[in-house]
Nanobody, 124 residues
Framework: QVQLVESGGGLVQAGGPLTLSCVAS????????LGWFRQPPGKEREFVGV????????AYPDSMKGRFTISRDNAKNTVYLQINSPKPEDTAVYYC?????????????????WGQGTQVTVSS
């Protein structure tokens, strides 16, 4: 059983640097792929991106390319989501999710373990 805990959210100014972290425990970190999702207020949860087990492959939907960067440190059991120049429309609860699948897809059903989420509010 993998437990995930996100951190780094809060109130941030538009354009400011923002990096979220997610620490995993309860499993072998290098054996899991990790994804990030977000849920804006009043909207459905959406896929932000995914990173492979060794960190060598990342994938993002077109809407997220360029401003979102996922990385991981297997020595620290941590995955990161960097948001470049955050905008008010990036306001959402951000979740990390994990799966042992080598190439998970973009759907929530592709992931077996979820964190509790961290709220990000971007002010203009």
């Amino acid at each position: 059983q993998v437990q995930l805990v996100e951190s780094g959210g809060g109130l941030v100014q538009a354009g400011g640097p923002l990096t979220l972290s997610c620490v995993a425990s309860g499993g072998t970190f290098s054996n899991i792929s990790l994804g990030w999702f977000r849920q804006p207020p009043g909207k459905e949860r959406e896929f932000v991106g995914v990173i492979s087990r060794n960190g060598g492959l990342t994938a993002y939907p077109d809407s997220m390319k360029g401003r979102f960067t996922i990385s991981r440190d297997n020595a620290k059991n941590t995955v990161y989501l960097q948001i470049n120049s955050p905008k008010p429309e990036d306001t959402a609860v951000y979740y990390c999710a994990a799966t042992p699948k080598v190439l998970p897809g973009r759907g929530e059903f592709d992931y077996d373990y979820w964190g509790q989420g961290t709220q990000v509010t971007v002010s203009s």
